[in-house]
T-cell receptor, first 109, second 114 residues
């Protein structure tokens, strides 16, 4: 599975959009990009995933570059409850999820 | 529908003791995994199973055993606990190995080995 690179920490003002980047330059054509988050010490929570196209759900949007070497998770209106560690993972169908250290997002009042 | 249930939530063991961490899911998921998370670190895969009767090793399998006799249950056994196994353990399940929806995680077991 391709490895990912994320900034260790980011801040975002409450109510503003949070844009979390992820580099996955060695991604192969059949690997999905997944995003999870972990609030405090709870179990990780699935947010969104995509292969080639941009995706949107009730929680977030996922923008994947055309060459698929990077992606951005967008939380459109960050709240204090979005403070968490966000993990970007690339995974080939059938293989396991391997988590890195993620980005610690702090939403500031 | 309880999702993924882990027991116990907290456990303190003495070095050399053995114990089993329980994980059960009621979603008929084929795919189950165990992860450990040490302070300030991401999750590391211990063992996984693609279905009843089938298990395989992840990144950090040493000191742990698993079995999958039913679809619902995937217990993790610590054979002889060591302080290095102090960690938070998460169990996760997924509908099938090829599905793109990702994992559902349990709430974790916090283990301290003294």
């Amino acid at each position: 599975d391709a490895k990912t690179t994320q900034p260790p920490s980011m801040d975002c003002a409450e109510g503003r959009a949070a844009n979390l980047p992820c580099n996955h330059s060695t991604i192969s054509g059949n690997e999905y990009v997944y995003w999870y988050r972990q609030i405090h010490s709870q179990g990780p929570q699935y947010i969104i995933h995509g292969l080639k196209n941009n995706e949107t759900n009730e929680m977030a949007s996922l923008i994947i570059t055309e060459d698929r070497k990077s992606s951005t998770l967008i939380l459109p209106h960050a709240t204090l409850r979005d403070t968490a560690v966000y993990y970007c993972i690339v995974r080939h169908t059938g293989n396991q999820f391997y988590f890195g250290t993620g980005t610690s997002l702090t939403v500031i009042p | 529908n309880a999702g993924v249930t882990q027991t116990p939530k907290f456990q303190v063991l003495k070095t050399g003791q053995s114990m089993t961490l329980q994980c059960a899911q009621d979603m008929n998921h084929e795919y189950m995994s165990w992860y450990r998370q040490d302070p300030g670190m991401g999750l590391r895969l211990i063992h996984y199973s693609v279905g009843a009767g089938i298990t395989d090793q992840g990144e950090v399998p040493n000191g742990y055993n698993v079995s999958r006799s039913t679809t619902e249950d995937f217990p993790l056994r610590l054979l002889s606990a060591a302080p290095s196994q102090t960690s938070v353990y998460f169990c996760a399940s997924s509908l099938e190995r090829g599905i793109a929806y990702g994992y559902t995680f349990g709430s974790g077991t916090r283990l301290t080995v003294v």
